[in-house]
T-cell receptor, first 115, second 111 residues
Framework: KAGVTQTPRYLIKTRGQQVTLSCSPISGHRSVSWYQQTPGQGLQFLFEYFSETQRNKGNFPGRFSGRQFSNSRSEMNVSTLELGDSALYLC??????????????FGPGTRLTVT | AQTVTQSQPEMSVQEAETVTLSCTYDTSESNYYLFWYKQPPSRQMILVIRQEAYKQQNATENRFSVNFQKAAKSFSLKISDSQLGDTAMYFCARQANNLFFGTGTRLTVIP
């Protein structure tokens, strides 16, 4: 099976702009989660989608939003970008959501730089 | 609290030797899952090993094994016969509804 894919891999934006990142999960996986990785804060959970519904949300401002399509592909949007949004954004997919033991498989990430 | 603690920011090991990475966590749940992920310089997060909390037996995957002490809430990773390709950041994670990660241990394998 093909792994989790993320596009684009690299992105440079300026403050105030908005950005959309895309994630295609492993075939058959219905859950997609998003994580932000920064040197200062480490890996932090943003949100998880399952069957087009947001299941869980981390402690991020409303500028961060997401959605999931019927084919399980997911997009993440950040509006009014701030310098602190510069990070590696990781997408992960798993078969089911919730406290199930299904492990999450990660994509290669999108490196976002805000100038 | 939902914390995962990795107290060793950096470690090094000679090639072919054995190294143990430590992890402790906090949870009020009785059933949960624990993982070790590896992130090499490519930044691709790779699953190394998983452990179900309800299982007494420690998980093993080839050269990788864990020492799971449920009462102590400890979950250490042992890497045997270390190889240069094991050089990476290693993250311990606990899965409730989502993954809570530790801060990571940077492991360097020295030739």
């Amino acid at each position: 099976k093909a792994g989790v894919t993320q596009t684009p891999r690299y992105l440079i934006k300026t403050r105030g702009q908005q950005v959309t990142l895309s994630c295609s999960p492993i075939s058959g996986h219905r859950s997609v989660s998003w994580y932000q990785q920064t040197p200062g804060q480490g890996l932090q959970f943003l949100f998880e989608y399952f069957s087009e519904t947001q299941r869980n949300k981390g402690n991020f401002p409303g500028r961060f939003s997401g959605r999931q399509f019927s084919n399980s592909r997911s997009e993440m949007n950040v509006s009014t970008l701030e310098l602190g949004d510069s990070a590696l954004y990781l997408c992960a997919s798993r078969y089911l959501a919730g406290t199930s033991g299904y492990e999450q498989y990660f994509g290669p990430g999108t490196r976002l730089t805000v100038t | 609290a939902q914390t995962v603690t990795q107290s060793q920011p950096e470690m090094s090991v000679q090639e072919a030797e054995t190294v143990t990475l430590s992890c402790t966590y906090d949870t009020s749940e009785s059933n949960y899952y624990l993982f070790w992920y590896k992130q090499p310089p490519s930044r691709q997060m790779i699953l190394v090993i998983r452990q179900e909390a309800y299982k007494q037996q420690n998980a093993t995957e080839n050269r990788f094994s864990v020492n799971f002490q449920k009462a102590a809430k400890s979950f250490s990773l042992k890497i045997s016969d270390s190889q240069l390709g094991d050089t990476a950041m290693y993250f311990c994670a606990r899965q409730a509804n989502n993954l809570f990660f530790g801060t990571g241990t940077r492991l360097t394998v020295i030739p």
